[in-house]
């Protein structure tokens, strides 16, 4: 049983074959790696991430660097799941975090049902790539295609946050979890690249609609011993859109780095 509906005319979406239908007979193919594309024709062609960007996130994500974050976000998520639960991870990326929570549910005893959605096409296809038993489609988190009051827990990492939308697809009581970067996070990399670096700037936590339930700092050091990596690591973050030539110059220039992540686990409980 799917929680995904029709972008078109809001049905509910069912698997035929290889595709989703909806009762209008509006059909959407699942593509061989597993996603379907729910995105909304109004979007235009390009959208999210591009592949460049995706790859080196994954190359990154991949050699463990943010693994000390991804294990506290399956720990707090395990603390608020219940034996049976219907996860939903708003702006999933190439699914790292995604596959990473729900493999650690299930090794707890936790039977999960989980979806993850991004705008990025190229970045769900290499979740979907994954094979971990997520349901993942094109969407996007301010037009999200899944049931209202269908998820007992949203996942939401570094992605926009979309207050009447978030609220919709929660149950009653249901949790959200939020991660952040915090006021410190990789200080040392914008010192490096900027003439006047700029700390994060952390907002209030009350949201309307939602009790706010706890925050946890996660902190750590990274040491990245290679350009490459160090390249890929900038390039995942939204300071590339917005760096110059002479930063860039600079950003070529380090063969090493050591560098603070600092981010915060936000938990919410919807409001009934």
Same mark, same amino acid.
């Given at each position: 049983?799917?929680?995904?509906?029709?972008?078109?005319?809001?049905?509910?979406?069912?698997?035929?074959?290889?595709?989703?239908?909806?009762?209008?007979?509006?059909?959407?193919?699942?593509?061989?790696?597993?996603?379907?594309?729910?995105?909304?024709?109004?979007?235009?062609?390009?959208?999210?991430?591009?592949?460049?960007?995706?790859?080196?996130?994954?190359?990154?994500?991949?050699?463990?660097?943010?693994?000390?974050?991804?294990?506290?976000?399956?720990?707090?998520?395990?603390?608020?799941?219940?034996?049976?639960?219907? /996860?939903?991870? %708003?702006?999933?990326?190439?699914? *790292?975090?995604? #596959?990473?929570?729900?493999?650690? +549910?299930?090794?707890?005893?936790?039977?999960?049902?989980?979806?993850?959605?991004?705008?990025?096409?190229?970045?769900?296809?290499?979740?979907?790539?994954?094979?971990?038993?997520?349901?993942?489609?094109?969407?996007?988190?301010?037009?999200?295609?899944?049931?209202?009051?269908?998820?007992?827990?949203?996942?939401?990492?570094?992605?926009?946050?979309?207050?009447?939308?978030?609220?919709?697809?929660?149950?009653?009581?249901?949790?959200?979890?939020?991660?952040?970067?915090?006021?410190?996070?990789?200080?040392? /990399?914008?010192? %490096?690249?900027?003439?006047?670096? *700029?700390?994060? #700037?952390?907002?209030?936590?009350? +949201?309307?609609?939602?009790?706010?339930?706890?925050?946890?700092?996660?902190?750590?050091?990274?040491?990245?011993?290679?350009?490459?990596?160090?390249?890929?690591?900038?390039?995942?973050?939204?300071?590339?859109?917005?760096?110059?030539?002479?930063?860039?110059?600079?950003?070529?220039?380090?063969?090493?780095?050591?560098?603070?992540?600092?981010?915060?686990?936000?938990?919410?409980?919807?409001?009934?």
């Amino acid at each position: 049983m799917s929680i995904f509906i029709c972008p078109v005319c809001s049905e509910k979406l069912t698997i035929s074959g290889k595709s989703y239908v909806c009762m209008k007979n509006h059909v959407f193919d699942i593509a061989k790696s597993g996603y379907v594309n729910l995105l909304n024709a109004k979007h235009g062609k390009i959208h999210g991430d591009n592949k460049f960007m995706i790859q080196a996130r994954h190359n990154f994500l991949e050699k463990g660097y943010y693994l000390p974050l991804c294990r506290r976000v399956c720990e707090v998520t395990k603390k608020y799941a219940q034996k049976n639960c219907v /996860l939903f991870d %708003a702006g999933c990326g190439e699914g *790292y975090y995604t #596959s990473s929570v729900k493999a650690f +549910l299930e090794q707890s005893g936790i039977a999960v049902e989980m979806y993850g959605i991004d705008i990025s096409k190229d970045a769900v296809e290499m979740a979907s790539k994954r094979k971990s038993g997520v349901n993942f489609a094109v969407a996007s988190v301010f037009n999200i295609p899944v049931q209202s009051e269908s998820s007992d827990i949203l996942l939401t990492m570094f992605a926009p946050y979309c207050r009447d939308e978030y609220l919709r697809v929660l149950k009653n009581s249901g949790y959200m979890v939020m991660v952040i970067p915090s006021e410190n996070h990789l200080w040392e /990399l914008k010192k %490096a690249v900027y003439d006047k670096p *700029y700390k994060n #700037s952390v907002k209030p936590y009350e +949201l309307d609609g939602f009790r706010h339930i706890s925050t946890e700092k996660v902190h750590f050091d990274m040491k990245i011993d290679n350009s490459a990596d160090v390249q890929s690591l900038f390039s995942m973050t939204p300071y590339y859109y917005k760096t110059g030539k002479s930063e860039q110059e600079r950003l070529n220039a380090l063969e090493n780095l050591e560098t603070q992540a600092d981010f915060e686990i936000l938990v919410y409980q919807k409001i009934q």
